[in-house]
């Protein structure tokens, strides 16, 4: 089945820091790509929607000068938590697009 | 806009009994319906799916029916296992040619523990 990965699964940063979240379809080329987050005993909020080639269209009350957003080809995109701040703190989720949505595995990120 | 509502867990069961978490949605057109899991420790998972009314999908023994007229996508089992204990998501993806296509809207999560 269609893989999609994530790196790192775990990161711990200090306030002020920017962090790098790389989300990969292993298998597959996906057009579309969607980062989420989910809060403690929470569902996913979808933070913005990723197209290759072209800049990532977010939700509202999504800072989109927080939360960079880049995907530049077919099986990467990359998320970036600038100036990242301990309410920054959560689980953020990637997936990928081919007619059907296929998650990583999640990266939880501690901001100290 | 659209939005998706599960019933609140947690649910614990013992092995082999039936298993139905609730899921209501509020969506225009005509949406499709998933249900993920997420095993602990692991990314999420589709279960199954319906993209019509009336459509029934199935996987692992897991059922839903895509009920329109009661806005409704419910998950039954009729008998689960310690290995079913995951936490169940409800979604939804807009009808095509809306502003939520291809975006998937979840629910709360419905966390379900099954004890031998």
């Known amino acids: 089945g269609a893989v999609v990965s994530q790196h790192p699964s775990r990161v711990i940063c200090k306030s002020g820091t920017s962090v790098k979240i790389e989300c990969r379809s292993l298998d597959f080329q996906a057009t579309t790509m969607f980062w989420y987050r989910q809060f403690p005993k929470k569902s996913l909020m979808l933070m913005a929607t990723s197209n290759e080639g072209s800049k990532a269209t977010y939700e509202q009350g999504v800072e989109k000068d927080k939360f960079l957003i880049n995907h530049a080809s077919l099986t990467l995109s990359t998320l970036t938590v600038t100036s990242a701040h301990p309410e920054d703190s959560s689980f953020y989720i990637c997936?990928?697009?081919?007619?059907?949505?296929?998650f990583g595995p999640g990266t939880r990120l501690t901001v100290l | 806009g659209d939005s998706v509502t599960q019933m609140e867990g947690p649910v614990t069961l013992s092995e082999e009994a039936f298993l139905t978490i609730n899921c209501t949605y509020t969506?225009?057109?005509?949406?499709?319906l998933f249900w993920y899991v997420q095993y602990p420790g692991e990314g999420l998972q589709l279960l199954l799916k319906?993209?019509?009314?009336?459509d029934k999908g199935s996987n692992k023994g897991f059922e839903a029916t895509y009920r329109k007229e009661t806005t409704s996508f419910h998950l039954e089992k009729g008998s689960v296992q310690v290995s079913d204990s995951a936490v169940y998501f409800c979604?939804?993806?807009?009808?095509?040619?809306?502003?939520?296509?291809?975006?998937?809207?979840f629910g709360q999560g419905t966390i379900l523990t099954v004890h031998p």
């Open positions: 979604a939804l993806s807009g009808s095509a040619g809306g502003t939520s296509y291809g975006k998937l809207t």
């Open positions: 997936s990928a697009s081919a007619n059907t949505q296929y």
């Open positions: 319906a993209t019509k009314a009336d």
């Open positions: 969506a225009t057109g005509y949406p499709s």
